[in-house]
């Protein structure tokens, strides 16, 4: 049993991770493709239409290994998890049913219109058809954080006596408190991903001196674009977030930031450190005192709970983990907006295509994003943990029953080679298309 | 409201056969019958536009399962375990096949992608029939033993994929025996029938007149294998044609069924390129609806007579869910019908100039 869940929550944390790699980048690329085009419409400048078709080659390969990574997400709440589903599937059913049917339709049939109808619909309405597809994008995460947010903070449901969740409420689901701070917040990270991809490309174009027209183009939307998502990412989207797990999963927060025992008189906040579960408390930290209790409370002397407070059985079972990828994401996030800044501040003096050392910087910045977005998804989902449905149905009641752990076994191992094949042939493929660059694209 | 869901959940799935149908089919006499680079070319591109939309009826169709009928999803996905991972896999690399093929311009990254793609349509087509033929005969529910007790739930059940007798009549099924593979096979021969009926519609290629001679040829072996499935039903279900019995407007699927089936026969005649996929479509839904309302209301029997079988009404989800349901649902599927209307219009014709794996 013990084994089983074990790999059933392998399966899904190594599935959704790879998974979450592409739509990141589809739904930030996505609106920046509008962009491009929208500027054509308006500019009649042709530059515009090249760099909308260059980067709508990559969503493409992007979008299809999105889609059949995501297939299988569907599918293993049935297989791996069919407790879970037999419980909940009349609550979280609803708006996964209705992502299939509002979003992926209207992704994948006017994906097919924006990549192949440019010549039968005429600029304009190939304008259109790539909205849309942003637009099917952004739902399809709206949808899914709905059904997260649901999870951390169930709404609008009863319980039976035989332990099913029974949807009273539809329009709960979407009033969720939880709903919109992690909406955008992920948002803007996906938008930060797409706009840091798109500006490393810019700058290797630029250093490496071909395409360097592109280049600048690439750069200087990739890096407005940066400014103002990683802006929006921290402040105000991040800070509500947070401010739901003070309020909703007070046990999590704790874990997050390290908090072993409530402290009197104001908590501090800890840049850097190392959570020691068995003598409960940090190891090598470095922290600034009661800066947490007024990021958290507009209060410098404001009281923390510490996980002492708590029972021990609702820790959340990976407290490391859990603190870690909080942490990389919070560090992450702030070089991003510090690197920012001092792109765009470089862009306004004209002086950023000459700044070399930015460009390095980045160029080599492709991974990070991805990393902050993945740690990021870890801290909302490790800090649910040992809960499904927080507070509601513990993890270890939601496996499936009959599935030994020998066939999840099997199929995790099936997935990793799967995967690693699509991921060299991914990286593989778009690297021939960057260095073939955006003029070759037009025949 | 169970009956509503049940009705479009059916029709949802038959309308993602037809549609992936022709996809899948299109694999299959990729695989088998085209040479040239240019028959390779005709094949997807007439698929090309259309085969990622396709395919999320299939995605629509889980999340339908899922909302309208949550304890059938858990049991039957967790039940089908091994054979559901292997579909996942085998959708991956049609689906990467077909994305990849045009990326690179080498000969042997080119043959590589061409069989992923037909091959996993292939094993697909095959893999669905032999789905069908696990719903119809039912399962071990409970996975009750030989003393007659239920080991876990009464909804729940694990198949492996084969016994070692290969029997659909075994105390211990596995999800491939001699029935399961008919109707794998069944499956195979009709799409492959589908597939090019859909070819010949969407293209002027140089195959189209061996593709007739194909689809001729093939009905009659698909003629062969219906008699034969229709003569060993009885085998698996004790009294198939109760339902059609007690309400006889049900018999407007066979013969749909067999209309579709009669009007392939007359292909090499049809002067519209596009009549033959109407009666593979035909036929297709036919067989479909025919199958599903032979064991209605069950959607999994069960084969031991210790726990019930799974009807619509024990496994769907609660009426104020089912009912909020239909208000989103027809609001979408209005939608979704726009859209594929759309994507039809601009793409009408002949696609043989539209040059997919170029983009």
Same mark, same amino acid.
Request: aromatic share 18%; glycine share 8%.
């Given at each position: 049993?013990?084994?089983?869940?074990?790999?059933?929550?392998?399966?899904?944390?190594?599935?959704?991770?790879?998974?979450?790699?592409?739509?990141?980048?589809?739904?930030?690329?996505?609106?920046?493709?509008?962009?491009?085009? !929208?500027?054509?419409?308006?500019?009649?400048?042709?530059?515009?239409?090249?760099?909308?078709?260059?980067?709508?080659?990559?969503?493409?390969?992007?979008?299809?290994?999105?889609?059949?990574?995501?297939?299988?997400?569907?599918?293993?709440?049935?297989?791996?998890?069919?407790?879970?589903?037999?419980?909940?599937?009349?609550?979280?059913?609803?708006?996964?049913?209705?992502?299939?049917?509002?979003?992926?339709?209207?992704?994948?049939?006017?994906?097919?219109?924006?990549?192949?109808?440019?010549?039968?619909?005429?600029?304009?309405?190939?304008?259109?058809?790539?909205?849309?597809?942003?637009?099917?994008?952004?739902?399809?995460?709206?949808?899914?954080?709905?059904? &997260?947010?649901?999870?951390?903070?169930?709404?609008?449901?009863?319980?039976?006596?035989?332990?099913?969740?029974?949807?009273?409420?539809?329009?709960?689901?979407?009033?969720?408190?939880?709903?919109?701070? =992690?909406?955008?917040?992920?948002?803007?990270?996906?938008?930060?991903?797409?706009?840091?991809?798109?500006?490393?490309?810019?700058?290797?174009?630029?250093?490496?001196?071909?395409?360097?027209?592109?280049?600048?183009?690439?750069?200087?939307?990739?890096?407005?674009?940066?400014?103002?998502?990683?802006?929006?990412?921290?402040?105000?989207?991040?800070?509500?977030?947070?401010?739901?797990?003070?309020? &909703?999963?007070?046990?999590?927060?704790?874990?997050?930031?390290?908090?072993?025992?409530?402290?009197?008189?104001?908590?501090?906040?800890?840049?850097?450190?190392?959570?020691?579960?068995?003598?409960?408390?940090?190891?090598?930290?470095?922290?600034?005192?009661?800066?947490?209790?007024?990021?958290?409370?507009?209060?410098?002397?404001?009281?923390?709970?510490?996980?002492?407070?708590?029972? =021990?059985?609702?820790?959340?079972?990976?407290?490391?983990?859990?603190?870690?990828?909080?942490?990389?994401?919070?560090?992450?996030?702030?070089?991003?907006?510090?690197?920012?800044?001092?792109?765009?501040?470089?862009?306004?003096?004209?002086?950023?295509?000459?700044?070399?050392?930015?460009?390095?910087?980045?160029?080599?910045?492709?991974?990070?994003?991805?990393?902050?977005?993945?740690?990021?998804?870890?801290?909302?989902?490790?800090?649910?943990?040992?809960?499904?449905?927080?507070?509601?149905?513990?993890?270890?009641?939601?496996?499936?029953?009959?599935?030994?752990?020998?066939?999840?076994?099997? #199929?995790?191992?099936?997935?990793?080679?799967?995967?690693?094949?699509?991921?060299?042939?991914?990286?593989?493929?778009?690297?021939?298309?960057?260095?073939?660059?955006?003029?070759?694209?037009?025949? | 409201?169970?009956?509503? !869901?049940?009705?479009?959940?059916?029709?949802?799935?038959?309308?993602?056969?037809?549609?992936?149908?022709?996809?899948?089919?299109?694999?299959?006499? &990729?695989?088998?019958?085209?040479?040239?680079?240019?028959?390779?070319?005709?094949?997807?591109?007439?698929?090309?536009?259309?085969?990622?939309?396709?395919?999320?009826?299939?995605?629509?169709?889980?999340?339908?399962?899922?909302?309208?009928?949550?304890?059938?999803?858990?049991?039957?996905?967790?039940?089908?375990?091994?054979?559901?991972?292997?579909?996942?896999?085998?959708?991956?690399?049609?689906?990467?096949?077909?994305?990849?093929?045009?990326?690179?311009?080498?000969?042997?990254?080119?043959?590589?992608?061409?069989?992923?793609?037909?091959?996993?349509?292939?094993?697909?087509?095959?893999?669905?029939?032999?789905?069908?033929?696990?719903?119809?005969?039912?399962?071990?529910?409970?996975?009750?033993?030989?003393?007659?007790?239920?080991?876990?739930?009464?909804?729940?059940?694990?198949?492996?994929?084969?016994?070692?007798?290969?029997?659909?009549?075994?105390?211990?099924?596995?999800?491939?025996? !001699?029935?399961?593979?008919?109707?794998?096979?069944?499956?195979?021969?009709?799409?492959?029938?589908?597939?090019?009926? !859909?070819?010949?519609?969407?293209?002027?290629?140089?195959?189209?007149?061996?593709?007739?001679?194909?689809?001729?040829?093939?009905?009659?072996?698909?003629?062969?294998?219906?008699?034969?499935?229709?003569?060993?039903? &009885?085998?698996?279900? =004790?009294?198939?044609?109760?339902?059609?019995?007690?309400?006889?407007?049900?018999?407007?699927?066979?013969?749909?069924?067999?209309?579709?089936?009669?009007?392939?026969?007359?292909?090499?005649?049809?002067?519209?390129?596009?009549?033959?996929?109407?009666?593979?479509?035909?036929?297709?839904?036919?067989?479909?609806? #025919?199958?599903?309302?032979?064991?209605?209301?069950?959607?999994?029997?069960?084969?031991?007579?210790?726990?019930?079988?799974?009807?619509?009404?024990?496994?769907?989800?609660?009426?104020?869910?089912?009912?909020?349901?239909?208000?989103?649902?027809?609001?979408?599927?209005?939608?979704?019908?726009?859209?594929?209307?759309?994507?039809?219009?601009?793409?009408?014709?002949?696609?043989?100039?539209?040059?997919?794996?170029?983009?």
């Amino acid at each position: 049993m013990e084994d089983m869940l074990f790999y059933d929550r392998m399966q899904f944390a190594f599935t959704i991770t790879f998974h979450y790699l592409f739509p990141q980048l589809t739904m930030g690329l996505s609106l920046m493709i509008v962009y491009f085009k !929208w500027c054509f419409l308006k500019t009649d400048n042709l530059q515009y239409n090249d760099a909308a078709k260059f980067w709508m080659r990559i969503f493409a390969i992007n979008f299809a290994m999105g889609v059949v990574t995501g297939i299988p997400m569907e599918f293993q709440f049935g297989t791996n998890w069919a407790k879970f589903s037999e419980l909940t599937g009349g609550i979280i059913g609803q708006t996964l049913a209705m992502e299939g049917m509002f979003s992926f339709f209207l992704e994948s049939s006017f994906l097919g219109l924006f990549l192949f109808g440019e010549k039968l619909l005429g600029h304009k309405w190939h304008f259109v058809t790539g909205f849309l597809v942003f637009l099917g994008s952004w739902a399809s995460g709206f949808l899914i954080i709905a059904t &997260h947010s649901w999870m951390q903070y169930p709404v609008g449901y009863e319980i039976l006596e035989n332990g099913k969740f029974v949807l009273n409420n539809f329009s709960a689901l979407f009033s969720n408190p939880w709903l919109l701070p =992690s909406y955008f917040h992920n948002q803007a990270a996906s938008l930060i991903t797409a706009s840091f991809f798109v500006s490393a490309v810019g700058a290797f174009y630029i250093l490496n001196k071909k395409h360097v027209e592109f280049g600048k183009l690439f750069l200087k939307t990739g890096v407005i674009f940066g400014l103002f998502s990683s802006i929006i990412v921290a402040f105000p989207t991040g800070d509500l977030v947070a401010k739901n797990v003070v309020k &909703h999963q007070p046990v999590t927060f704790a874990a997050m930031e390290g908090i072993f025992q409530t402290e009197e008189g104001g908590a501090e906040i800890v840049l850097i450190g190392q959570p020691n579960i068995l003598e409960k408390k940090l190891d090598n930290k470095i922290a600034v005192p009661n800066i947490l209790s007024f990021l958290t409370y507009q209060n410098w002397n404001a009281e923390i709970k510490g996980l002492n407070e708590f029972d =021990s059985k609702d820790y959340p079972t990976n407290i490391p983990g859990l603190y870690y990828a909080y942490h990389i994401m919070v560090g992450l996030g702030t070089i991003f907006i510090g690197l920012m800044i001092i792109a765009t501040f470089q862009l306004y003096r004209k002086k950023l295509y000459e700044t070399h050392w930015i460009l390095w910087c980045l160029m080599f910045m492709i991974p990070f994003p991805y990393i902050a977005n993945t740690t990021g998804w870890y801290t909302a989902e490790l800090g649910r943990q040992p809960w499904l449905v927080y507070n509601l149905l513990r993890t270890s009641e939601g496996a499936s029953p009959t599935v030994s752990s020998g066939n999840t076994l099997f #199929t995790l191992l099936g997935f990793v080679g799967l995967y690693l094949l699509l991921g060299i042939l991914f990286l593989m493929l778009v690297g021939k298309i960057v260095n073939k660059g955006p003029q070759l694209i037009k025949h | 409201m169970e009956l509503f !869901w049940y009705m479009v959940l059916m029709t949802m799935l038959a309308i993602y056969i037809i549609l992936d149908g022709y996809d899948f089919g299109a694999g299959i006499i &990729h695989l088998f019958f085209a040479k040239k680079e240019a028959d390779k070319k005709a094949i997807t591109n007439a698929i090309g536009p259309f085969w990622d939309a396709n395919e999320v009826w299939l995605i629509a169709v889980g999340g339908v399962l899922f909302f309208a009928f949550p304890t059938l999803y858990a049991s039957s996905f967790s039940g089908f375990y091994l054979p559901l991972m292997m579909i996942l896999w085998l959708l991956i690399f049609r689906a990467i096949g077909l994305e990849l093929r045009g990326q690179i311009h080498n000969r042997l990254w080119e043959k590589i992608w061409d069989k992923a793609f037909g091959v996993a349509s292939l094993l697909l087509a095959l893999f669905f029939g032999i789905a069908l033929g696990n719903v119809v005969r039912g399962v071990n529910l409970g996975m009750v033993n030989e003393t007659g007790v239920s080991t876990h739930e009464a909804h729940y059940f694990f198949l492996p994929l084969w016994n070692d007798s290969f029997s659909p009549e075994a105390n211990h099924l596995g999800i491939i025996d !001699w029935f399961t593979i008919l109707l794998g096979i069944i499956a195979v021969i009709t799409l492959t029938i589908h597939g090019a009926n !859909w070819i010949l519609y969407k293209t002027n290629s140089d195959l189209n007149p061996k593709l007739k001679q194909v689809v001729f040829k093939l009905n009659f072996v698909l003629l062969f294998f219906v008699i034969v499935s229709i003569s060993i039903w &009885h085998l698996i279900e =004790s009294n198939p044609f109760e339902n059609f019995i007690n309400y006889p407007w049900l018999a407007i699927f066979p013969i749909v069924t067999l209309v579709g089936l009669f009007g392939l026969f007359k292909v090499k005649s049809f002067k519209k390129d596009g009549t033959p996929f109407v009666f593979s479509s035909l036929f297709l839904a036919g067989g479909f609806f #025919t199958t599903v309302s032979s064991i209605f209301p069950n959607l999994l029997p069960s084969t031991n007579g210790v726990n019930p079988s799974l009807t619509i009404y024990n496994v769907a989800a609660e009426d104020y869910g089912l009912t909020v349901g239909v208000y989103w649902f027809v609001i979408a599927i209005v939608l979704v019908a726009v859209y594929f209307t759309i994507q039809y219009k601009v793409f009408k014709g002949k696609m043989d100039n539209i040059g997919y794996g170029d983009h």
